[in-house]
Every structure is written in structure tokens, then in C-alpha cells.
T-cell receptor
Framework: DAGVTQSPTHLIKTRGQQVTLRCSPK?????VSWYQQALGQGPQFIFQ???????QRGNFPDRFSGHQFPNYSSELNVNALLLGDSALYLC??????????????FGEGSWLTVV | EDKVVQSPLSLVVHEGDTVTLNCSYE??????LLWYKQEKKAPTFLFML????IEKKSGRLSSILDKKELFSILNITATQTGDSAVYLC??????????FGKGTTLSVSS
């Protein structure tokens, strides 16, 4: 049973560029949430996708956008990258639109460094 | 503003020591409090607490919640080097995503 898979694991981008991160949820899950974890900080909720729509959003600018595909996988896009966007981006998988509790599973994350 | 505060932010102990990690919160519409262990990447689930005074245990780890004083503690007895990690406390509000604290970095030396 595949868990939550994310790609790429590491990447380096230049300020002003755009980046796309990908997530495949755990088998049987249909909801994907994205979190940003800066160094020395706890994860912060970016947004959640369920039934191919953004259902909830945290306090992040419009430069952060996403998409969910019919197979439940998801992408996180960040435009006009800033140095402060450097962080570990975690994907969390769950079912039926849930965003928390003990039934969510985190992926290994994508380390983004902006130089 | 909702917030979750963990203390200490870091600590170093020797193998065999007992440690207590703290988590206090101010969150509206509280639903549950969760503890995670994070070793480099994906947080892994440890406990979910919903009721005051009921201790959850798993091996050498235990946790309890005080909903009156708005805090939780995570205890680790007989620490091992494999316990070295960041321990995250998160609070679940009804119908919304988790609110995390900054985490406590635990280093266990042999």
C-alpha cells in the first residue's frame, strides 16, 4: 500500500522563478492538504483540495496556487519566488474532506531552496 | 489569534533520562490536540488527545491533556538515541486544518 508520495525531494530555484511541487495521496484517500515548514518552525497550512476544488486556505498570498486532478493527485505552484519561500513543503493525505485529526498522513516533503 | 506554544524549544539529555515536553494553546473551537514526531521529514503521528485527565501511553511515551489550563505534556522515559527528533504539538479546531507549534528539538546523547 503506497503511502503519500511527493516529488521532487529537493530543488533549488532563483528568486522570481516559478515552481511546481507534486503529491500523490495514500491509496483510498481523496483529499490533499499542503503545509509549509520553514526552518525551525512548525508546519503552516497553505490550502486543501477535495473533489478537485480548493476547500480551505490558510494565510498565504495568491502566489501560492494549486490543483487537484481526477486521480486525486495534487500540485502546488508558487510564482515569483522569494527567498522567504525556502522551506520544506509537506503534503498531507486524508479522506472525505477532512483536514486534521489522527487520520491524516504526511509525505516526506519537498525541500525548496530559493537563491 | 489562535496560537500553540511549545517549550522548551530545544533540550539535550543523556540516554536513560526522562523528559517532559510542554504544549500550551489558545484556540477557539478546540477539538483535539495531537503530538507528532518528526525525524528530518514527514511528521509521524504519536497521540491524539480529546479529553482532560486521560493519559495516553505507547511504550515509553505518554501524554495527557488539561483542557481547563489549556496545556498538554508529552513524557518520554528511559530516553534512547532513537528518540532524537523534533516533537510537534498541533491543535485541531472544528472543521479546520491543524495549528502547529514551533516544535521541541530533543537530542539524546549516548
Amino acid at each position: 500500500d503506497a503511502g503519500v508520495t511527493q516529488s521532487p525531494t529537493h530543488l533549488i530555484k532563483t528568486r522570481g522563478q516559478q515552481v511546481t511541487l507534486r503529491c500523490s495521496p495514500k491509496s483510498g484517500h481523496d483529499t490533499v492538504s499542503w503545509y509549509q515548514q520553514a526552518l525551525g518552525q512548525g508546519p503552516q497550512f497553505i490550502f486543501q483540495y477535495y473533489e478537485e476544488e480548493e476547500r480551505q486556505r490558510g494565510n498565504f498570498p495568491d502566489r501560492f496556487s494549486g490543483h487537484q486532478f481526477p486521480n486525486y493527485s495534487s500540485e502546488l505552484n508558487v510564482n515569483a519566488l522569494l527567498l522567504g519561500d525556502s522551506a520544506l513543503y509537506l503534503c498531507a493525505s486524508s479522506s472525505r474532506g477532512t483536514v486534521s485529526g489522527n487520520t491524516i498522513y504526511f509525505g516526506e516533503g519537498s525541500w525548496l531552496t530559493v537563491v | 489569534e489562535d496560537k500553540v506554544v511549545q517549550s522548551p524549544l530545544s533540550l539535550v539529555v543523556h540516554e536513560g533520562d526522562t523528559v517532559t515536553l510542554n504544549c500550551s494553546y489558545e484556540v477557539t473551537n478546540f477539538r483535539s490536540l495531537l503530538w507528532y514526531k518528526q525525524e528530518k521529514k514527514a511528521p509521524t503521528f504519536l497521540f491524539m488527545l480529546t479529553s482532560s485527565g486521560i493519559e495516553k501511553k505507547s511504550g515509553r511515551l505518554s501524554s495527557i491533556l488539561d483542557k481547563k489550563e489549556l496545556f498538554s505534556i508529552l513524557n518520554i522515559t528511559a530516553t534512547q538515541t532513537g528518540d532524537s527528533a523534533v516533537y510537534l504539538c498541533a491543535v485541531e479546531r472544528a472543521g479546520t486544518a491543524l495549528i502547529f507549534g514551533k516544535g521541541t528539538t530533543l537530542s539524546v546523547s549516548s
